[in-house]
């Protein structure tokens, strides 16, 4: 499975859109793009994933470079609720084959 | 409700004592894993599954042993316990599907200590 790189650390102002990147640059054709967050020592809690177009649920959008080489997760109003340290990772699918390895994420910080 | 199931959510323990972590899931998914995550190195993969009776080495492997016996239950076997095994381990389960079901559900995690 691709490595991915993700900024340790970042701040959003409570109201704002919080964009955490994530580059994903050996990424093959078969691996999708997920997203966690883990809040405390909770268990990480999935957000949305997507191939190659950028995608949107209730909680997120996905944005996804053409080249698919990085990807950047929008929390549109970010509120206090959503701090807590962010995954990107990258598995193949349909068959959840092989490893999924999470790198250490970035700790979102939304501030009043 | 959909769940994966940790037991127990915390443990101490004394080195070399074998112990067993066990985690059960309900949703008849095929994939299951474990993780450890300690501070400052977010989540490590130790083992995974991808069906019964088929398991292979995640990234930190050394020091566990795990089976898939049946579907719903992937325990780990800590044969011999050391300090550095202590630890906060999770386990997570997905199905063999293309889509938001694909996601990866994650237990409460089970935290060790391992005098």
């Known amino acids: 499975d691709a490595k991915t790189t993700q900024p340790p650390s970042m701040d959003c102002a409570e109201g704002r859109a919080a964009n955490l990147p994530c580059n994903h640059s050996t990424i093959s054709g078969n691996e999708y793009v997920y997203w966690y967050r883990q809040i405390h020592s909770q268990g990480p809690q999935y957000i949305i994933h997507g191939l190659k177009n950028n995608e949107t649920n209730e909680m997120a959008s996905l944005i996804i470079t053409e080249d698919r080489k990085s990807s950047t997760l929008i929390l549109p109003h970010a509120t206090l609720r959503d701090t807590a340290v962010y995954y990107c990772i990258v598995r193949v699918i349909p068959y959840n084959a092989g490893k999924s390895t999470f790198g250490d994420g970035t700790t979102l910080t939304v501030k009043p | 409700e959909a769940q994966v199931t940790q037991n127990p959510r915390y443990l101490i323990t004394v080195t070399g004592k074998k112990l067993t972590v066990t985690c059960s899931q309900n949703m008849n998914h095929e994939y299951m894993s474990w993780y450890r995550q300690d501070p400052g190195l977010g989540l490590r993969q130790i083992y995974y599954s991808m069906n019964v009776e088929v398991t292979d080495k995640g990234d930190v492997p050394e020091g566990y042993k795990v089976s898939r016996k049946e579907k719903r239950n992937f325990p780990l076997i800590l044969e011999s316990p050391s300090p550095n095994q202590t630890s906060l381990y999770f386990c997570?389960?997905?199905?063999?599907?293309?889509?938001?079901?694909?996601?990866?559900?994650f237990g409460n995690g089970t935290r060790l200590t391992v005098t």
């Open positions: 997570a389960s997905s199905p063999a599907t293309r889509d938001r079901r694909g996601a990866l559900h």
